[in-house]
């Protein structure tokens, strides 16, 4: 079982940065593959980032690349996101998301993780 808790959300204008952070629970963060999913009224949850256990690989949304950047920290149990050049389209609550490896998983995908965190919420004035 794996506990996740996330934080550092809040409102922030168009061109601002935030920092979201995940702290896990458990002796084996290290071998799931981390992710941050989003989810705006009426729409469906949607990929974000994606980071390997290894930290070795990383995914990102077309719709974040170049401005949203995926870390972790092993030895803290935690997951970040930094967000920068945000904009109002990127409100939504943001989920921490983690899914056990297995090869071939598309973790693009909500159905290839395991546990979720309460999720933390990002608005985004213009």
């Known amino acids: 079982q794996v506990q996740l808790v996330e934080s550092g959300g809040g409102l922030v204008q168009a061109g601002g940065s935030l920092r979201l952070s995940c702290a896990a629970s458990g002796r084996t963060f290290s071998t799931y593959t981390m992710g941050w999913l989003r989810q705006a009224p009426g729409k469906e949850r949607e990929f974000v980032a994606s980071?390997?256990?290894?930290?070795?690989?990383?995914y990102y949304a077309d719709s974040v690349k170049g401005r949203f950047t995926i870390s972790r920290d092993n030895a803290k149990n935690t997951v970040y996101l930094q967000m920068n050049s945000l904009k109002p389209e990127d409100t939504a609550v943001y989920y921490c998301?983690?899914?056990?490896?297995?090869?071939?998983?598309?973790?693009?995908?909500?159905?290839?993780?395991?546990?979720w965190g309460q999720g933390t919420q990002v608005t985004v004035s213009s």
């Open positions: 980071i390997s256990g290894s930290r070795i690989s990383t």
């Open positions: 998301a983690a899914g056990l490896f297995l090869p071939g998983r598309d973790y693009r995908r909500s159905q290839s993780y395991n546990y």
